[in-house]
């Protein structure tokens, strides 16, 4: 079982910056694909970014792309979605996900991955 706690929410204006943090508890990271997933009021949660394993390849929602970067740091076991530009529209619940051994080009997809944090909370003002 791996546990995943994401921090560095909260309630920033339109234009702001933000870094959220989602730390793994396993000994094996690298061999999970990761990904963030957004869900805001009223509405199904949606794919942000993914990254993989080892390689750091990564791929974004077009909605985000060009303003957010997903990295991770594997000595740290820990991945991160640094969030600029924000808009009213980025205001979510933002889980992290881990999914073990995934293929790359599955990891825009909900069912690929094993384990989900319990989310943090992003609220843009505008």
């Known amino acids: 079982q791996v546990q995943l706690v994401e921090s560095g929410g909260g309630l920033v204006q339109a234009g702001d910056s933000l870094r959220l943090s989602c730390v793994a508890s396993t000994r094996t990271f690298d061999h999970y694909g990761m990904g963030w997933f957004r869900q805001a009021p009223a509405k199904e949660r949606e794919f942000v970014a993914a990254i993989s394993g080892v390689s750091d390849n990564s791929f974004y929602a077009p909605s985000v792309e060009g303003r957010f970067t997903i990295s991770r740091d594997n000595a740290k076991n820990t991945m991160y979605l640094q969030m600029t530009m924000v808009k009213p529209e980025d205001t979510a619940v933002y889980y992290c996900?881990?999914?073990?051994?995934?293929?790359?080009?599955?990891?825009?997809?909900?069912?690929?991955?094993?384990?989900w944090g319990q989310g943090t909370q992003v609220t843009v003002s505008s």
């Open positions: 996900a881990a999914g073990y051994g995934s293929t790359f080009y599955s990891l825009g997809v909900e069912r690929t991955y094993d384990y």
